[in-house]
């Protein structure tokens, strides 16, 4: 087997910005005029998410069993659903 040649090493660094443009052949963005063009914003209802679907009463009654030290917290359990949560949010599904 033949021996894997590698080529000299060289010192890696942070690249300036100016030599990566002038590299690239980009030109550097000319002076406006003064004047602004900017198209109008115009929110849609379509994409509007509503409330949250969230019990409201339920909430507040684990406040405040968790402010009275009555709510159970299983750290098996807690961990279990961290990990199937990442598993959920790596898989897509």
Known sequence: MRDIE????????????????????????EKSSGEEVSAPVVKSEALDPGQAPVDVERVQLIRRAIEAGDYPLVPTKIADAMIAAGILLRGGK
Do not use: E, F
């Not at 000299?8 to 550097?28: E, L, N, T």
């Open 6 to 29: 590698l080529g000299p090493v060289r010192p890696v660094g942070a690249v300036d910005v100016k030599i990566a443009r002038q590299a690239s052949g980009q030109a550097k963005p």
